[in-house]
């Protein structure tokens, strides 16, 4: 049995249903590792998988006590899992990513020396090419990441994922924060501390099908709306001035309606004008509502102050290593 204590790194995985890519994930992950000097370990939070991964997962960890698992008691989604790996790793440094070896685990060494060379908090990986995702994907992606961007009231950078490497002292910050809806992206570029990019091409999926369809899945559409709730204003400011907009443009029509009855005798209907105006900041108050509505419901789901998951069982965290 395989037991080294004291981890210089873990490796936080957040996954669902990925029984056809586990072994090869965890073999690859020991053949880029297990050279290395450092020691790791590999946290795997099962967000209520109904496959085979879990079985996978406990043959695995008899063997290799660096291999551990979080089981949910329920489907809590893929950032509140991240966030439970964080608060039970134990590595100096902390690199999260997916299962699905979209995000190769062949460039984790590259991330560490990125780290040492450049004396960074964090590494984000940037994305220069995106194998074995259909156009739709791509530029709806591309799309949201830049809207986000510019958004924001900080600098999350583009085409930039989940799969980072960040200090410890990153991940402390990091599970002192207690709010709900979290996004993770937007947390690390808001905390600051020296961060670099690394350019790397993206993979297609080793097995399986992607758990985060874009037409199909409501994850990646949670995962922007928390984005620009957490880090934006704009849609506020955007009804603002939509309504001076729409006022002023209002009042324009007002006046030159009356000019032209004054000076050219023309009569327009004025029925016209009013369900113009009526159909006008009709659809701006419901716009409006629905917008400041989201932040409500963001400010009332963290008054509710339930805890973010529940942890259903766990392997290997309890164990002393030798």
């Not at 990986?125 to 074995?132: A, E, F, H, I, P």
């Not at 080793?206 to 984005?227: E, N």
């Not at 002023?248 to 009855?261: A, I």
Request: with cysteine; hydrophobic share 40%; net charge neutral.
């Amino acid at each position: 049995m395989i037991n080294k204590r004291n981890p210089n790194l873990s490796i936080i995985v957040s996954f669902r249903n990925e029984a056809d890519v586990l072994d090869e994930f965890i073999e690859r992950v020991q053949n880029s590792l297990d050279p290395l000097t450092c020691t790791y370990e590999m946290l795997f939070v099962n967000d209520a998988s109904t496959d085979a991964s879990i079985d996978i997962l406990r043959q695995k960890a008899e063997k290799d006590t660096r291999i551990k698992v979080i089981s949910m008691s329920r489907r809590f989604g893929q950032a509140e899992c991240v966030f439970a790996g964080f608060e039970k790793s134990t590595g100096d440094r902390v690199i999260y990513m997916d299962a699905d070896l979209q995000d190769p685990p062949e460039i984790i060494p590259e991330l560490i020396r990125t780290l040492d060379e450049e004396k960074a908090d964090v590494v984000y990986t940037t994305r220069l090419s995106r194998s074995g995702e259909s156009a739709g994907k791509l530029m709806i992606t591309r799309w949201a990441y830049r809207m986000i961007h510019t958004l924001s009231s900080v600098d999350i950078p583009v085409d930039s994922g989940d799969f980072k490497l960040l200090s410890r002292q990153v991940v402390d910050h990091l599970v002192e924060f207690k709010e709900q809806g979290l996004y993770i992206r937007g947390l690390i570029s808001w905390l600051g501390f020296k961060q670099v990019p690394f350019f790397y091409h993206r993979e297609p999926r080793f097995s399986g099908k992607s758990k985060f369809p874009i037409w199909k899945s409501k994850g990646p559409f949670l995962s922007f709306v928390r984005a620009i709730l957490s880090f934006s204003l704009f849609p506020i400011y955007s009804v603002l001035f939509c309504g001076l907009f729409l006022f002023l443009l209002s009042l324009c029509v007002l006046l030159g309606t009356m000019g032209m009855n004054l000076l050219y005798d023309v009569c327009i209907p004025s029925w016209g004008y009013i369900i113009l105006s009526i159909t006008s900041m009709g659809g701006l108050e419901l716009l409006a509502v629905g917008m400041v509505g989201l932040y409500i419901g963001h400010i009332h789901q963290n008054s509710l102050a339930r805890p973010r998951y529940i942890i259903e069982s766990t392997i290997n965290l309890n164990e002393t290593h030798e």
